[in-house]
Nanobody, 125 residues
Framework: QVQLVESGGGLVQAGGSLRLSCAASRGTFSTWTMGWFRQAAGKEREIVAAITWNFKDTYYADSVKGRFAISRDRAKNTLYLQMNSLKPEDTAVYYC??????????????????WGKGTLVTVSS
């Protein structure tokens, strides 16, 4: 069973930056599509960004384009989300996700096989 462990969340002022990390505790996800989702209080979970195993395709939600950057280190089995110019509306629990289907469209449509437990990001105004 693959476990995904997020880290890097915390409290930051608006305009600040954070980098989230997601490490696979077992096995390897070198050929999987990986992504970040978030869920704000009272709202549904939404996809933030995704990246295919070969770095060929990436996806960003419109709300984070130009501010967030997703990357992965296949050798370290680690996924990252660099978040810049943070806004109060970015406040949410951020979840790492893994999809064994190697196409970007699958994870965008919610095709997630494994979830992390989430890390809280709070952006103060």
């Amino acid at each position: 069973q693959v476990q995904l462990v997020e880290s890097g969340g915390g409290l930051v002022q608006a305009g600040g930056s954070l980098r989230l990390s997601c490490a696979a505790s077992r096995g390897t996800f070198s050929t999987w599509t990986m992504g970040w989702f978030r869920q704000a209080a009272g709202k549904e979970r939404e996809i933030v960004a995704a990246i295919t195993w070969n770095f060929k395709d990436t996806y960003y939600a419109d709300s984070v384009k130009g501010r967030f950057a997703i990357s992965r280190d296949r050798a370290k089995n680690t996924l990252y989300l660099q978040m810049n110019s943070l806004k109060p509306e970015d406040t949410a629990v951020y979840y790492c996700a893994a999809d064994r289907v190697p196409t970007i469209t699958s994870i965008i449509d919610g095709g997630v096989d494994y979830w992390g437990k989430g890390t809280l990001v709070t952006v103060s105004s």
